[in-house]
């Protein structure tokens, strides 16, 4: 009779363990605007997917860049950093989940002792061997348990998030670089080609100063250019080493192991669609991120409401005592007990009162900083979408500003020869020349740039189908 009650009070536990205490988690509300301001009639070039499928930076269409984004994730110690944290929010949820199973230990020992005595008398000293079982099982009611696994799940996520976030980052931050390295190889191309001209100039200013056709002032005019322009050549190189030398700890080298070769820049810059506003919510892992750190804050709110209701706790023992351990686990030896416990705090001070509290302010905390992220995600977007679109319109006024400046040097040059301009008009033209060229390829720099933080702005492919469940 006694078994048949504690069964039946083993089953009612675990139907009222059906029902878990708080509020049971729903993604907070966010009215996304029906498109991006910036896009206006900015057509994004193809190919118009490479954020639906494999690397994103193959849009680049650029070996080398693949090569070295491909060692992001097996060598950038930041995101190596970020994927040990995700392990440990895995662990965190093996923990919470051993919560729903019983705990059984065994256990053995032996003591050497007498038991008191009378004044006088002497008693002699005996063995005393034990072993046994015990075991406790909590019966997850309140739903306590469950609410603790929700939240370690959620952390989990947000640790996720946080590795692609780190990841996508350092990609990011990678191609930048790049980027900016392979506008510095043009820089000095640029200055390299300056100089030669420069040079030609010297040269024909110092024959037409021998012959009497020029002044002693535009030989030195000349000289002066020339060495402003090689000095300029020098410094250009240490641009590019700082820029080679940041590449190389993105990619978990030292930067003494590490080169890129110099090749000639692109000229064209993929874009990609910005999509839809609502779509972002699902595309950037720090959205995700700040979201599933809500869902956690969420269940902590459950798991703090538990604390109000009693607690329910299964135990067990089977335990045997002898002097002897040939007798040791024989019937008259051995003590058992089993049956539950029910424990409930009376009186806490408002302990629980104050936990339940600060579980809800810190999940408003949460949702605040949610939108936040979210708010900061489409200014990105936006900021990114309105550079391209300016940078475009920008490019073909420099190019045509270039086409024109190369042609007046031509003609001041022979307008000089011909001994109708003075050499200041030279100067004039060849400055106007490199400026123009110079601005060009910051534009064409700045366009890359903004192409790489666009991407990087959407979520660079990545989905929140990816966090793990």
Wanted: glycine residues 6%; contains cysteine.
């Amino acid at each position: 009779m006694r078994g048949i009650r504690f069964c039946a009070a083993v089953s009612i536990a675990a139907l009222i363990a059906g029902c878990a205490v708080g509020p049971n988690y729903k993604r907070p509300e966010f009215n996304s605007a029906p498109g991006y301001k910036e896009v206006g009639d900015w057509k994004p070039s193809e190919p118009s997917d490479v954020l639906s499928r494999g690397p994103w930076w193959e849009i680049f269409k650029d070996d080398e860049l693949n090569a070295l984004e491909s060692q992001i994730n097996i060598s950038n110690e930041n995101v190596k950093a970020a994927a040990a944290a995700v392990d440990q929010a895995r662990a965190l949820v093996n923990q919470a989940r051993a919560g729903f199973w019983p705990t059984l230990a065994a256990n053995a020992g032996w003591a050497r002792g007498s038991e008191g005595a009378l004044p006088g008398l002497t008693t002699p000293t005996q063995n005393t061997n034990t072993a046994g079982v015990t075991g406790t099982w909590n019966i997850d009611i309140w739903g306590q348990i469950r609410r603790t696994v929700e939240g370690d799940v959620a952390s989990w996520q947000s640790s996720a998030a946080a590795l692609a976030a780190a990841q996508l980052s350092a990609q990011g931050l990678l191609a930048t670089d790049y980027f900016e390295l392979r506008a510095q190889d043009q820089l000095q191309k640029l200055l390299d080609d300056t100089v030669d001209a420069q040079k030609l100039s010297l040269k024909i200013t110092e024959s037409r100063y021998k012959y009497g056709v020029a002044a002693k002032a535009d030989v030195v005019s000349a000289e002066a250019q020339l060495l402003s322009s090689q000095a300029q050549q020098v410094n250009a190189g240490v641009q590019r080493a700082i820029l080679e030398h940041a590449l190389a700890v993105l990619v978990g080298k030292q930067p003494a192991a590490f080169s890129v070769t110099t090749v000639t820049m692109r000229t064209d810059v993929p874009t990609v669609p910005a999509g839809v506003p609502s779509a972002l919510l699902e595309r950037r892992p720090d959205v995700a991120e700040a979201e599933r750190r809500v869902a956690a804050a969420n269940a902590q709110i459950g798991v703090a409401t538990a604390a109000y209701f009693p607690s329910l706790t299964l135990s067990g023992s089977d335990q045997y005592t002898s002097t002897a351990w040939s007798t040791l686990f024989s019937l008259p030896n051995r003590i058992w007990s089993v049956g539950p416990t029910l424990a409930e705090t009376v009186i806490d001070g408002g302990l629980r009162r104050a936990q339940v509290a600060q579980a809800r302010a810190a999940y408003e905390a949460s949702v605040d900083n949610y939108r936040q992220t979210v708010l900061s995600g489409f200014e990105q977007v936006e900021d990114q979408i309105a550079t391209l679109r300016i940078l475009e319109q920008q490019a073909v006024i420099e190019e045509a500003a270039v086409n024109a400046a190369r042609e007046a040097e031509v003609l001041t040059l022979n307008q000089y020869k011909a001994g109708t301009v003075p050499y200041s008009s030279v100067i004039t033209a060849q400055t106007t020349q490199f400026t123009s060229e110079e601005t060009a390829l910051t534009v064409l720099s700045s366009r890359l740039q903004a192409s790489v933080a666009l991407i990087e702005a959407l979520g660079g492919g990545w989905t929140q189908a990816q966090l793990p469940q």
